[in-house]
């Protein structure tokens, strides 16, 4: 493992930490309280708060702020200009930097590009947001959600494909790629990983 690549134009604030292989491109800016894993890629013109944790192997696409209170785990992608938030009802005059809302995404979840993540969630894991959904309540794991506001329409698999299942009910359906089994039951969707 190699020392973290950190482009002349970007700012990393002292006390910052970041993984071993990581990237941090053209004038991004990491806060000095900031936690980045390894293997990670920071896009240009990516913001990181002090209040932030990102694990293993996450992917930042260029112009994305991921504000204070926000936890990334391991190989979540984040799309081009996709947005988090962390206070739900902001005024400028009105300081509310005391109601800050956390906001999780799951290991493996994609948040498709200009999609909005409002603050105070759960994305499951290996969940699949489409580009330009609005998110305003937690995400089950493996669902595909799309549109504003933000619904299931569908499963999707850990490889990124989505599944013959229904929304609901039991079934059952395995991934052409990896071998993985799926089980649906009653809503909620279970991973059995392939030999």
Not at 67 to 78: A, G, P, R
Request: neutral net charge; charged residues 20%; glycine residues 12%.
């Amino acid at each position: 493992m190699a020392a973290p690549t950190i482009h002349p134009s970007a700012i990393v604030d002292p006390g910052a930490t970041i993984g071993e292989d990581s990237r941090v491109w053209h004038f991004a800016h990491v806060c000095g309280g900031a936690v980045i894993g390894r293997c990670c890629s920071l896009g240009q013109n990516v913001f990181v708060g002090n209040r932030v944790r990102i694990g293993d192997n996450v992917k930042i696409q260029n112009n994305v702020s991921v504000y204070d209170n926000v936890t990334l785990e391991d190989d979540v992608f984040c799309g081009p200009s996709m947005v988090f938030t962390n206070v739900y009802n902001p005024r400028s005059a009105v300081s509310r930097k005391d109601e800050y809302r956390d906001t999780v995404v799951r290991r493996g979840a994609t948040l498709g590009a200009n999609c909005t993540i409002v603050c105070g969630i759960e994305i499951g894991e290996y969940a699949f947001v489409g580009a330009g959904a609005v998110v305003n309540r937690d995400v089950p794991a493996f669902a595909l959600m799309l549109g504003v506001p933000a619904r299931q329409t569908g499963w999707m698999s850990r490889y990124g494909e989505r599944l013959s299942l229904p929304l609901d009910g039991d079934a059952e359906t395995a991934c052409r790629h990896t071998g993985d089994r799926y089980i649906l039951r009653a809503g909620a969707l279970r991973l059995v990983p392939g030999a």
